[in-house]
């Protein structure tokens, strides 16, 4: 398996550079999205509004993850209805898990790797779920991308694995 060391950028709070990519990065969470509601429970299944949080923030570092967490979800609902209002605390909890993680582990290693990002993806979606399940109260809600997520994360880790190559080292 193939592990690269990583150029990372952390522009700060004050930088233009942080609220460009956040923009572009939740431009592509608002598209994916769209594409894949296309498809029979399409978001469900592919949970596609957390791809370009998990490459900006690995790639980006934590604020311009942060950013793209918040953003996209709220800008999607606002939008398009999806996520709808009722889910919209436990999609931004795991938006920010998954952006503080892989800003995390790409400034803790320094590198890319398969296993790099099935950790952040395990990471997100084990403790959001405990959260949800503490919002909700219910455990069959709570565990739902567990059930129907499971290619979504897939596509997290080995089509975020590509795309942050691809942006990283072209």
Known sequence: METKTVKLYAPGYVEKRTYIMAVLFVAGNILLP???HLLPKGGMTWLPIYFFTLVGAYKYGWRVGLLTAILSPLVNSWMFGMPAPAVLPAILLKSVLLAVAAGYAANRFHRVSLPLLLAVV???Q???TLG???MS???FLAVQDFRMGLPGMAL???GGYGFIKYIIYK
């Open 122 to 124: 395990a990471f997100y």
């Open 156 to 158: 997290q880790v080995f």
């Open 137 to 139: 109260g219910d455990f």
């Open 126 to 128: 084990l403790v959001g």
């Open 132 to 134: 949800e399940w503490i």
């Open 34 to 36: 769209q594409l894949f």
